[in-house]
């Protein structure tokens, strides 16, 4: 029997980019929610979970309008026990940032441009060491 999909959660304000990074994991076989903004974020994570469904990882951009990645961050940290592994894609590429994201908790740090395969094996590191 094959096991069930995992559910990955992409937030990113460039609609283009959801639409990329949705198009890739659909490909290689997750089941993709997607948001541009908090309170899309906020309106998919109940609705998921109301419905049942769980989000097994969360890319997360950090430059976004209004919230920023790392504050999004911390709301998910709140509203979720336990938060599930989260890898922060952006085009910042400072070491400030990147320290930062490992004290929120954030298990992988990808700079943007970066490919599905790099994207996919990031998630699939995350899920494997979130299982563990």
Do not use: C
């Amino acid at each position: 029997m094959t096991p069930p999909s995992k559910t990955v959660l992409i937030v990113d304000d460039e609609r283009e980019t959801l639409t990329l990074l949705r198009l890739a994991l659909r490909k290689a076989g997750y089941l993709v929610i997607t948001a541009a903004s908090w309170d899309e974020v906020a309106d998919r994570v109940q609705k998921t979970y109301q419905n049942g469904g769980v989000i097994d990882a969360i890319v997360l951009d950090l430059m976004m309008p209004g919230r920023s990645g790392f504050d999004i961050m911390r709301s998910l940290q709140v509203a979720l026990d336990p938060t599930p592994p989260v890898v922060m894609l952006s085009a910042v590429t400072g070491f400030d940032q990147q320290v930062e994201a490992r004290e929120l908790g954030i298990a992988r740090y990808l700079t943007k441009p970066t490919t599905p395969a790099k994207l996919i094996d990031a998630i699939e590191a995350v899920l494997a060491d979130h299982h563990k």
